[in-house]
């Protein structure tokens, strides 16, 4: 392909956060772009959604958003979150910092979020279509086959396709079908059903406003997100089979003792919760991994490209990255897609495979270790490190949310290093005690090798 971009049609596959947001940044570089979305328009009146309410948006996403213009306006409806505030079952809490003072996550709606974006996208003159379900990708002629909600069916011929539509993507399964692709997918034992914490009196927040809340208890753990309308979206991340587990809430009075006994004081702030669990779906939890990403003139992005699990708050802001990146490369290569397809692939790969490892660890710490003292104590530790030295030893979480120009591969390798020097310090006599007295900087040096 040559650079001179008004002359070339891409089709993107899926009008959600990650297809909107390459939209834009494509009609920004002059490309003939049109979008196709299988639902129906969720700006629509009549629109019914299926997706959680609310998002957490860190340095990755809003970076994109800064480049595409949408950053100040978009953070004028995200409430900034600053730590953890954990409930235990007596319901006594405990805050702990995400990081250093000002540093922050954004609670944001989706739906807002995703509506802002198209109406983005479509103000600079990407056409969106919804209703259309591809039947068929061809990866040798670059077309795409269409059916609408007519089960009318068009052939539709491209520059460039690319999949955005998300871990059940479409233009995926052309990929899996095609020579020496690998593919793996992979459900976790745990599913998720969303509750709600409505307002208070006058639109007030029944809990504290800037933080992310967690219930952790193990094999399982309750989470809850502030949105602007002073409500919550809570969301139980819970086995689906087992004791306890989805199977056993199997009647109003199995889930009114299990939420009165694990989850007393959420409990007393959520009037419907017996209706909500009720009337409320249970979704489930898949990875993704795929290899190659491009085949021909077709990309894959997004979750097309590494569906995660929702832990670490980054399967948005890494969607968003990609386009970034991509975008990106585009400039250093003059536009000429024959080069920054395979360098697209191979720079972001190993970034997709390490959020996707570390969202499944931080799974586990989330839900069994935040309300563990050694792991406090390790966090505490590891703060120390950072204050005196803030550059070398960055902690993984940090990293991962707040330092955008760091890899997702390099946080992950960084991190397994700190982790084996953390397990050391951790495992001398008397930790608890003498912390304090450790000899910080052979710490540091230890990193270093």
């Given at each position: 392909?040559?650079?001179?971009?008004?002359?070339?049609?891409?089709?993107i596959?899926?009008?959600?956060l990650?297809?909107?947001?390459?939209?834009?940044?494509?009609?920004?570089?002059?490309?003939?772009?049109?979008?196709?979305?299988?639902?129906?328009d969720?700006?629509?009146?009549d629109?019914?959604?299926?997706?959680?309410?609310?998002?957490?948006?860190?340095?990755?996403?809003?970076?994109?958003?800064?480049?595409?213009g949408?950053?100040?306006?978009?953070?004028?409806?995200?409430?900034?979150?600053?730590?953890?505030?954990?409930?235990?079952?007596?319901?006594?809490?405990?805050?702990?910092?995400?990081?250093k003072?000002?540093?922050?996550?954004?609670?944001?709606?989706?739906?807002?979020?995703?509506?802002?974006?198209?109406?983005?996208a479509?103000?600079?003159?990407?056409?969106?279509?919804?209703?259309?379900?591809?039947e068929?990708?061809?990866?040798?002629?670059?077309?795409?086959?269409?059916?609408?909600?007519?089960q009318?069916f068009t052939?539709?011929?491209?520059?460039?396709?690319i999949?955005a539509?998300?871990?059940?993507?479409?233009?995926r399964?052309?990929?899996?079908?095609?020579?020496?692709?690998d593919?793996?997918?992979?459900?976790?034992?745990?599913?998720y059903?969303e509750?709600?914490?409505?307002?208070?009196?006058?639109?007030a927040?029944q809990?504290?406003?800037?933080a992310?809340?967690?219930?952790?208890?193990?094999?399982?753990?309750?989470?809850a997100?502030?949105?602007?309308?002073?409500?919550?979206?809570?969301?139980?991340?819970?086995?689906?089979?087992?004791?306890?587990?989805f199977?056993?809430?199997?009647?109003r009075?199995?889930?009114k003792?299990?939420?009165e006994?694990?989850?007393p004081?959420a409990?007393?702030?959520?009037p419907?919760?017996l209706?909500?669990?009720?009337?409320n779906?249970?979704?489930?939890?898949?990875?993704?991994?795929?290899?190659?990403?491009?085949?021909?003139?077709?990309?894959?992005?997004?979750?097309a490209?590494?569906?995660?699990?929702?832990?670490?708050?980054q399967?948005?802001?890494?969607?968003?990255e990609?386009?970034?990146?991509?975008n990106?490369?585009?400039d250093?290569?003059?536009?000429?897609?024959?080069?920054?397809?395979?360098?697209?692939?191979?720079?972001?790969?190993?970034?997709?495979?390490?959020?996707?490892q570390l969202?499944l660890?931080?799974?586990?710490?989330m839900?069994?270790?935040?309300?563990?003292?050694?792991?406090?104590?390790?966090?505490?530790?590891?703060?120390?490190l950072?204050?005196?030295?803030?550059?070398?030893?960055i902690p993984?979480?940090?990293?991962?949310?707040?330092h955008e120009?760091?890899?997702y591969s390099?946080?992950?390798s960084?991190?397994?290093?700190?982790?084996?020097?953390m397990?050391?310090?951790?495992s001398?006599?008397?930790?608890?005690r003498?912390?304090?007295?450790?000899?910080?900087?052979?710490?540091?040096?230890?990193?270093?090798?």
């Amino acid at each position: 392909m040559t650079s001179t971009n008004h002359s070339k049609h891409i089709a993107i596959a899926g009008a959600g956060l990650v297809g909107s947001l390459l939209a834009i940044y494509l009609r920004k570089r002059n490309y003939t772009v049109t979008v196709f979305e299988r639902r129906s328009d969720m700006r629509r009146s009549d629109y019914v959604g299926g997706r959680s309410i609310n998002l957490a948006l860190s340095n990755r996403g809003i970076r994109a958003l800064e480049e595409v213009g949408l950053a100040e306006e978009l953070k004028r409806i995200a409430i900034p979150m600053h730590g953890r505030m954990m409930h235990d079952v007596n319901s006594n809490l405990n805050y702990q910092a995400y990081g250093k003072e000002g540093q922050y996550i954004n609670s944001i709606s989706r739906s807002a979020l995703n509506i802002a974006l198209m109406n983005e996208a479509e103000k600079i003159g990407a056409e969106f279509h919804f209703n259309q379900k591809i039947e068929k990708t061809n990866l040798d002629k670059t077309t795409l086959t269409l059916q609408n909600e007519h089960q009318q069916f068009t052939e539709k011929s491209f520059d460039l396709i690319i999949g955005a539509d998300g871990a059940f993507s479409a233009v995926r399964d052309a990929f899996r079908i095609s020579d020496r692709f690998d593919y793996q997918q992979f459900y976790i034992e745990h599913g998720y059903k969303e509750l709600c914490i409505p307002p208070g009196k006058a639109g007030a927040f029944q809990l504290e406003k800037h933080a992310l809340h967690i219930w952790p208890r193990e094999s399982f753990m309750l989470i809850a997100l502030p949105n602007p309308d002073g409500s919550f979206t809570l969301t139980l991340f819970f086995p689906f089979e087992g004791n306890p587990s989805f199977d056993t809430l199997d009647s109003r009075t199995a889930v009114k003792n299990f939420f009165e006994k694990n989850f007393p004081d959420a409990t007393t702030l959520m009037p419907e919760y017996l209706d909500d669990f009720d009337r409320n779906p249970t979704s489930s939890l898949v990875v993704v991994k795929c290899y190659p990403w491009v085949k021909n003139k077709s990309l894959l992005i997004g979750d097309a490209a590494h569906a995660i699990v929702p832990f670490y708050g980054q399967g948005m802001n890494a969607g968003f990255e990609d386009c970034r990146v991509l975008n990106q490369l585009l400039d250093e290569h003059n536009d000429n897609w024959d080069n920054v397809l395979p360098v697209f692939q191979k720079l972001r790969k190993p970034d997709g495979d390490a959020i996707a490892q570390l969202a499944l660890d931080n799974f586990i710490e989330m839900r069994d270790l935040v309300a563990d003292q050694d792991f406090l104590l390790r966090k505490k530790i590891e703060a120390k490190l950072h204050a005196l030295y803030p550059t070398q030893w960055i902690p993984l979480y940090s990293m991962v949310t707040f330092h955008e120009n760091i890899r997702y591969s390099d946080a992950y390798s960084t991190g397994q290093k700190q982790k084996k020097i953390m397990d050391e310090v951790m495992s001398q006599p008397g930790i608890e005690r003498n912390w304090e007295q450790l000899n910080f900087q052979d710490i540091i040096a230890k990193l270093g090798r």
